[in-house]
């Protein structure tokens, strides 16, 4: 095990598995600004293997495990070993792909991890032109000011091992590009919506309503100023739990379709 | 090769018009998830290994650049 520390180290990495030119498959997309800050936090780990790398980002009570291989019999054959060598605790590994059945999802499930959930992305494909406008003075933009009470609400009512709860430092280069809506009432946040805006791109990350303030339409106002605000975008898109099917249905409702996309959370308790 | 890329990413993210894009990345019409699909695309289409230090967005963001970096590959 050795420790990251740079997002120079991660691209070498896989560069040296992409120039064995025997394939290449990974469930590692890395952004920049979020491995830089697990550097920083010195939260990242690589095992490195004949053919594979793997990548552990140490989280609160648990384990992120990332690949990078160039075919699954070798990613099966590193994952022998790694487990075989490591520290009792939760591991926690994502299995994206374009398919509802991933050889890669059966290998890790044949050693040991069990499926926990699994997310489905939804996008919708056109102009936002004409949404409904909110009523101005109930949704607000949040401030730095906001943080910690909405990184209180993503400690209580979020599950880690799902979500990808962000760190300080994403929340508040969220919060700098205006891309933090927040909803109060009884002087508390209790509804939050985050968004990223690429171009012709909306992404939604995070959109959450407190428990007791649930049913109010509140998720619905936070998401129609969300709409109007990329109004200009082409295409819209999030992840959603899949057996959330209340959620998915008001998705559909405003637009939305399944796409082929999966991704399964696997979880190993060593 | 101009055509056959343009239809590798069309398949990709359909619901763009690649032929009008200054920058497929800075325009969000391509994340890091479609760009590892694109290349194992192109190392396909082209019977290439594309090199490793070359997967970096900006190597994808235009048509002119993909090519490039096709050309660059096949010539190793």
Redesign the interface.
């Known amino acids: 095990m050795s420790k990251i520390n740079s997002y120079r180290e991660v ?1 070498d990495l ?6 064995l ?1 025997k394939g ?1 498959i ?1 469930n590692f ?3 920049s600004f979020r491995v830089d800050l697990w550097c920083k936090y010195g939260s990242l780990f690589y095992y490195l293997y004949p053919e594979t790398v793997f990548f552990e980002q140490v989280e609160r009570g648990f384990r992120h495990l990332f690949y990078i291989s160039t075919s699954e019999q070798a990613l099966k054959e590193a994952l022998i070993d790694f487990l075989a060598g490591h520290e009792t605790g939760s591991l926690v590994v994502d299995v ?1 792909g374009n398919d509802s059945d991933l050889p890669v999802k059966r290998l890790f499930e044949e050693n040991g991890f069990q499926e926990y959930s699994s997310l489905i992305r939804m ?1 919708r ?1 056109n102009s936002l032109v004409g949404e409904e406008k909110v009523i101005p003075d109930v949704v607000f933009q949040a401030g730095i000011g906001d943080v910690q009470e909405i990184l209180k609400l993503y400690d209580t009512y979020f599950d880690a091992y799902i979500e990808q709860i962000p760190l300080r430092e994403e929340l508040e280069r969220w919060i700098a590009s205006d891309h933090v809506l927040v909803y109060r009432a009884d002087g508390h946040i209790v509804g939050f919506l985050i968004y990223d ?5 909306l ?1 939604l990350r995070y959109w959450f309503v407190h428990p007791e303030y649930r049913d109010q339409k509140i998720g619905a106002i936070l998401f129609k100023e969300f709409m109007r605000r990329g109004e200009n ?3 819209q898109l999030f992840w959603v739990i899949s057996s959330n099917e209340n959620a998915i249905k008001r998705y559909v409702h405003y637009g939305f379709a399944i796409e082929k996309m999966f991704d399964y959370v696997l979880i190993n308790t060593l | 090769m101009r055509e056959k890329v343009i239809q590798i990413l069309s398949e990709l993210r359909p619901e763009f018009d690649f032929n009008d894009s200054l920058n497929f990345m800075e325009e969000g019409m391509l994340d890091s998830f479609d760009i590892i699909n694109l290349v194992t695309a192109l190392d396909q289409e082209f019977g290439i290994s594309i090199d490793g230090i070359d997967v970096l967005p900006d190597n994808f963001s235009t048509i002119d650049r993909i090519i490039g970096l096709v050309e660059k590959n096949r010539a190793v």
């Not at chain 1, 896989?14 to 120039?19: E, G, I, M, Q």
């Not at chain 1, 805006?197 to 791109?201: A, D, H, I, K, M």
């Open positions: 691209l896989s560069c040296a598995v992409r120039n030119r290449f990974t997309y890395p952004d994206l996008t494909i805006l690429t171009g012709v791109t992404y975008t082409r295409r």
